[in-house]
DNA sequence: TATTGTTATACTCTATAACTATA
DNA sequence: TATAGTTATAGAGTATAACAATA
């Protein structure tokens, strides 16, 4: 990085300013950057934070609908899976019922672990979050997944 | 996609979907796969659209300046504006008083071409903010600033 | 026939290191 | 010494296609 040299910052026109989809994607690049940048000890699992929890909320759930939760393809999850697995974050068992099925489970130490991981993020939060009001945090919230909503509605294509 | 199966989705914990850093996430993956599904008949522009516009709004940017401003180290900016001037959207010219530097500018076939591909955006903007007013909209871009703003100050070390 | 998990494979995106030419 | 652009290279991360097992 540079020290001395002059930066001076470019010209953002406003037709990108005003754009939703340009300044969340700025943002999350950034929030993503961060916050990989910041946490670490952890192996892995930072990056799968958002999916460790929900196998915690969600225990036994195959793997199929864990990737269409995460919008990935399952051949996609597989060695992701494997890698967790082997770093003891997570098990998988054979469903009886359905012998075609495994069963994502995490381990009572992975358990464990996601406590001091989500301290992690929580700090990572409230940097993010700084300065907003707890109603600027509802509005936000609401916004966001009013976005989420249009964007499923194009997806299912309803619009 | 399978269509007759029973899709029971995932229970979402609370301590996920209270995150802003979340959701913006999902946003964020799902706006762009839309964007990118819907959007045809540009080339390789349509990711480079918001770099595109910088291009246009600072005519002559330096290839590492234009780096800096979109997070990419200058090598990983090399072969995209390669592919670019290639397809005819910019070129680049050597900058006399410094022969380091290579300025780069949309020619005036790709600020044509831009015009076409921004109508797609606006398109998209829409379907993603709908339902949202405009009051709704100036705060929604109003809270991204500071978040925006919030990781600047992390990233700058004041944090 | 359809679904699940897996593998092999390839593609995209990105960074790092090393180089050259310039300042 | 530092900066700009480039190249070679490697590493993530992802999808597609094909497969066996099972429903």
Redesign the pocket.
Known sequence: M????DIAELHEPEALARLVSYRIRLVQIAAYKTFEARVSGHG?AP?YYGMLKLIEANPGV????L?EAI????????????ELEREGWLE?RAAP???????VFLTPEGAGRLVALERAVEEHEARLTAGLSAEDLETLHRLLLRLDDNLRDVQAGRV
Do not use: H, K, T, Y
């Not at 919008?71 to 996609?76: A, E, K, M, Y």
């Open positions: 540079a020290i001395m040299r892995p990056r195959p793997q199929a609908r990737a919008f990935l393809d399952r051949s996609s999850l597989v060695p992701i899976l494997q998988r019922q359905d012998r075609r099925v495994r069963r």
